[in-house]
């Protein structure tokens, strides 16, 4: 399906492209491949990809060419690495092959500065594969002193075995364990106590306890050795690391798959109104682009010809395909899919809607929920007293032998588990937001996560936020032997001339059609007229769109909507009528707020009739009407007196104070000014239904941050105890320890996707 | 039981070796997206 889609013109493309070979061109996505005999690397990202498969024929297209060595194309961010030797190879075949394949290939430059993350990917796994295989083999060796009797085994062989799990041990010692000895050693440069320290220490003591023990059995230090304790343990806090980096990879996902997505080149149309490829970074408002089927938009900016189907799914969570006709407005980042369009570029860079939600993800993701500050300020004086409690409990056994007091004070050291109290919110909360950015709904403030699982009253703005800014036609009522989609195709032929919010109502009701008008003229504030030509019989006539004075007929029954009637030589052939649009999903998402037990009122500045009809349609019991601004805040005010928990949605431009004032503040629609609004959360496309899935997500990311903490206070209270009173070997330590945090890890990854996700 | 003084030093060294060839794949990326892998199959020629 998105091969057909894609079948530019290649002529302006391919000079564009041709250009990429020349050296300062391919540089821009290129390095030398280190100690690679001369080869390059590029990235590529492709466009068009939507399933695994895809990945072997982007593969397929690009191995294919001379002087590539190899490709790696990986399918979850849609990007190819291309190996590569400078002398036979030509960038520019690159993406005429892609293109024949039905891919669209963008130089990308900016996945360079990826490879710091994927090399940070690959160095944890390899020293978690490092810890995980000496852990396996060590524990082969230890199986026999486990097994056997006293004396079972003569003493050169012990030693022997002893050798053998010593120099496995050596490994993760100075390779796995790297992190862990780096970060304490910085903690204690700056006279810290970090998370890490009793885990370093735990694991020097061990180590050094059992190396003497093995290399001089009858030394001070007994005969006791814990190599496979070592080993599984720091196994084990690795998979918990492991798990973690996942898990912040795949929130940061989203986030990069916004950040990729402004193509390097736009075609832009000169002086002489040719287009020509230039790029991005020179386009500036006012240019006229072309977008190509298959393209991202470069800016924001408004359609001046053509329609196509838009997926603006990444901005706005929606995940169908929107129509864009002309004097639609489409956004940076954003996918064509159907048709070429030429757009009047009015904002471009780092004004653009799209590089406003990047900032605030970016911005979010660095706050920290009180919950999360309070356990970093508890971890301190718990690991002081947790290094404290490890020498008092060593010297308290020291005359059982230093062998059992040595073993008691690993215990300690490294069954606390403070990881686990302080990754339980920020772990929880992280997955969270990237769950519901991949919904629509940014997070501002991590924080407001907590407040919006303690909600009891949901109150909505009307105009914008209940309902569309513009209006929609409602009922169409037609001259008899016509069509309402014949009426409303000829009317919209004229009105999608004009931006007046009627024409463009109209215009969005017809959709695409056949029908054209010529000698079109706007009169402000009354109607169009032209002559208008259509399908199936219709002839050329003049005809008018507008008011009933402007079409020169009788006014109609004086009723509550807006009207706008269509005439031709005939006189009357249709009138339209228009009303403020309830939101698709607005009833089905105050349903949804009714069965989370939520109260959900409206409030609005309109007339109060007007006001009761909508909340009536939406399913809303309690609406106030004529409400000034200084009204609906006294009304939050008062809700709140009453010990209520409000929840504001607005539509974030027009209810500023009212939503600061309230406990949560969510803000809905497309026309919300991203850097100015004041609200905890922005729904992007205004989906309604994302309230109720938000509300919903924020009670179980609490139900899941309490569930952590609870676990790792329950369990630090009890394994603490009981290693200082010498009942639990290290080995049980560093299981129960690396298993409290992957549980941790793990109960958040339950986060990791909204209820009710397509 | 003197073959253990040569088995086990040969498998500590056949461990390393075993590592040894881990790491080399793990820096070729052969780990860093598994999906298309188990696509392969599927794939015509």
Sequence with gaps: MQSAVLTPPADPQAAAVAALDEPAEW??????????????????????????????AVEQALARNPGVRSVQVNGATATARIVWSPGPARPSHWFTALKRAGYAGLPAGDLLTAAPRIHAQRLLLWRWLVAGFCMMQVMMYALPAYLAQPGDITPDVQALLGWASWILTLPVLVFSCRPFFQSAWRDLRRLRIGMDVPVALGILIAFGASTAASFEPQG???????????????????????????????????LEALVRRLPDTVLRRNG????????????????????????????????????????????????????????????AGSHNLSGPLVVAVERTGAQTRFSAIVALMERASLDKPQLAQLADRIATPFLAAVLLASIGAAAWWWSAG????????????????????SLATPAASLAAAGALARRGVLVRRLQALESCAELDTVVFDKTGTLTEHCVRVTRVQAREGTTEQETLAAAAA???????????????????????????????????????????????????????SFCEIAQGQSGVAKQVHLTDAHGWLATFELDEALRADAAAAVGALQQLNLRVQLLSGDQIAAVRRLAQRAGIDSCWGRQSPEDKLAHVRRLQQGFHRVAMVGDGMNDGPVLASADVSIAVGQAVPLAQARSDFLILGGQLRAVPALLQHARKTRA???????????????????????????????LGMAASSLAVVLNSTRLAKVQGED | MDILFLLIPLSVALGLLILGALGWAVWRGQFDSLEPEAERILQSD
């Design chain 1, 402 to 421: 230093p062998a059992h007091a040595l073993g008691v004070a690993v215990a300690v050291l490294i069954v606390t588990c403070p990881c686990a109290l």
């Design chain 1, 27 to 56: 540089q821009a996505f290129s390095r030398a491949v280190a100690g690679g005999d001369g080869l390059w690397e590029s990235y590529l990202a492709i466009e068009g990809m939507y399933c695994p498969a895809c990945s072997l």
């Design chain 1, 272 to 331: 002489e109104g040719e287009f020509e490829r230039v790029a991005t970074r020179r386009l500036v408002a006012g240019d006229r682009v072309r977008v190509l089927p298959g393209e991202i938009f470069p800016a924001d900016g408004t359609v001046l010809a053509g329609d196509s189907r838009v997926d603006e799914g990444l901005l706005t969570g929606e995940s169908h395909p929107v129509l864009r006709l002309k004097g639609n407005a489409v956004v």
């Design chain 1, 494 to 548: 004229l009105a999608c001339h004009s931006l007046h919010p009627a024409s463009m109502a109209v215009a969005a009701a017809a959709g695409p059609a056949a029908w054209v008008a010529s000698q079109v003229e706007e009169i402000a504030g009354s109607g169009m007229r032209g002559n208008v030509t259509g399908p199936g019989g219709w002839e050329r006539q003049p005809m008018r769109l507008g008011s009933a």
């Design chain 1, 220 to 254: 001070g230090f007994g005969g006791q050795v814990w190599y496979d304790s070592i080993t599984m343990f720091v196994f084990f806090l690795l998979s918990g690391r492991l798990l973690e980096q996942r898990l912040r990879d795949r929130t940061a996902g989203a």
């Design chain 1, 704 to 734: 899941v941050v309490r569930q952590n903490l609870a676990w790792a206070a329950a369990y630090n209270a009890l394994c603490v105890p009981l290693a200082v009173a010498g009942w639990m070997p290290p080995w049980a330590a560093g």
